[in-house]
């Protein structure tokens, strides 16, 4: 068990499933008390009995966070169980559908609307008057595609441009109170949504990714935990309205720039979070 987080109350939602079942293994792991907070068929429980059994602090909380009323409960749920809110970090988010905008349709763009960025929006209120009170802060996930902009994900790229943008202005603004917001942007990550068989890409885009990363492969849940750890943590106190890419170069990468890689970076550093769900998220629409 670590320190960087002792004391400290973090939720974490979509923290059950991927990059966020990392993100709540390795904030248990440093000494934050985590609420675990998921959809209802994500496999919260899992986790939170996951967590308990290797000595860590967690409570799970079942709903649909795009809901003020299940914002404001999933806050209560954190100071009720532990006398106060930290940390928040907005990792929930969905990825569906990959089209030319001419045949997306407007259910998948309806969907993640409603989870990718209503549920930021909906949770940073919800939290914000606890965050002031402790001088917390608040990471946000924004994405390669929020900078970039990636053909056939352009409205998946657009939910994640809006979280960099908002969460910029969120700490223009909360700076006042005391309260730091940043961003993260993950690259292709080693998850369900960049596989063809559990998520929406087809060979080519699969392919296409892994070639045009500079390290030559998919980051890894943890590595990307591991940013969202250092930003969470009083290690960060002089960083706010940051955005810090976790992409493994894609964002600067000319090219099939990865088949040129070493092959020390082509190889996954290895893990000691135990990561049970990288495998599981939303990848269809669900309700």
């Not at 946000?140 to 990636?150: D, H, K």
């Not at 292709?188 to 060979?203: S, V």
């Amino acid at each position: 068990m670590g320190t960087r987080l002792q004391g400290k109350v973090a939720i974490i939602t979509g923290g059950a499933a991927g990059i966020g079942e990392a993100i709540s293994k390795r904030f248990a792991l440093e000494g934050a008390a985590v609420v675990v907070a998921g959809l209802p068929d994500d496999p919260v429980r899992e986790v939170v009995d996951e967590i308990k059994a290797s000595g860590g602090q967690a409570v799970g909380y079942l709903g649909d966070l795009s809901s003020w009323k299940l914002a404001q409960e999933c806050v209560k749920l954190a100071v009720d169980e532990f006398g106060k809110l930290d940390i928040l970090i907005n990792n929930a988010g969905v990825f569906i559908e990959t089209n030319y905008l001419t045949d997306y349709s407007e259910e998948a763009f309806d969907y993640m609307i409603r989870h990718n960025t209503k549920t930021t929006f909906l949770m940073s209120k919800a939290a914000l008057p606890e965050l002031q009170k402790t001088h917390g802060n608040i990471v946000t996930a924004g994405s390669e595609a929020g900078v970039l902009g990636i053909p056939q994900n352009t409205p998946y790229g657009g939910t994640k441009a809006f979280n960099i943008a908002f969460t910029k202005g969120l700490a223009a603004e909360q700076a006042a109170f005391g309260v730091r917001c940043n961003v993260v942007g993950p690259g292709p990550i080693d998850t369900a949504w960049t596989h063809k068989e559990t998520g929406p890409m087809d060979a080519k885009m699969e392919k296409t990714n892994n070639q045009a990363v500079l390290t030559g492969r998919r980051g890894t849940p943890e590595e990307v935990a591991n940013v969202y750890l250092f930003l969470a943590s009083d290690e960060a106190s002089y960083v706010t309205g940051a955005l810090y890419m976790v992409d493994g170069g894609i964002t600067i990468a000319k090219g099939p720039a990865g088949d040129q890689a070493d092959s020390f970076f082509k190889k996954q550093p290895k893990e000691d979070l135990k990561l049970q769900h990288s495998m599981d998220g939303h990848t269809s629409i669900r309700e």
